[in-house]
């Protein structure tokens, strides 16, 4: 009998000090018609760069997705490509952000001709700050990773449009058509 009382107080005690060490990560709340979150980081082209460098200048269509030479993540990259030409007439920036490093980056740069910026969010500050560094699971494991978002992103600063859980067929096509004016249904 005391042992029974003395195992509750033990699982009692693991639960409490579970939830004094585990801290859940807070996740930002970014909403269409918010300034969209700064963020600066070491970019594909060797540079570093910052959001304050289109603010102003142009829109900017920031993609964020999981894992670079995957088969989702190369078909929405790809279709980014294919489509850069009509985004850029539009006055419009493509930034691809993921966790992967920098060699990483260029290596998917070139293996498929990507003609924009990668940036390297190693440290998932730029993902935690949109809200898209999120709990996964799979076949029953949980783990933290990218929610493949996009963000599109006025040139005052404020977020115009949020595309969640996309799915990277015809996604930029979606992208290409709200910037032109022409959203498709959500």
Partial sequence: MAFGR????FNAFLIWLASVLIKEEKVA???EGDKAPEFSAAASNGKTAAFKDYRGKQRVVLYFYPKDDTPGCTVEACAFRDNIKAVEKLDTVVLG???????????????FKLPFVLLSDEDKNICKAYGVWVKKSMYGREYMGVARTTFIIGKDGKIERIYEKVKPDGH????????????LDK
Wanted: no cysteine.
């Fill in 6 to 9: 003395l195992e509750k107080r």
């Fill in 29 to 31: 709340n970014v909403k």
């Fill in 97 to 111: 952000v993921s966790p992967d490093g920098i060699a990483s980056h260029n290596k998917f740069i070139e293996k």
């Fill in 172 to 183: 930029a096509e979606e992208v290409l058509a709200f910037l032109k004016g022409r959203p």
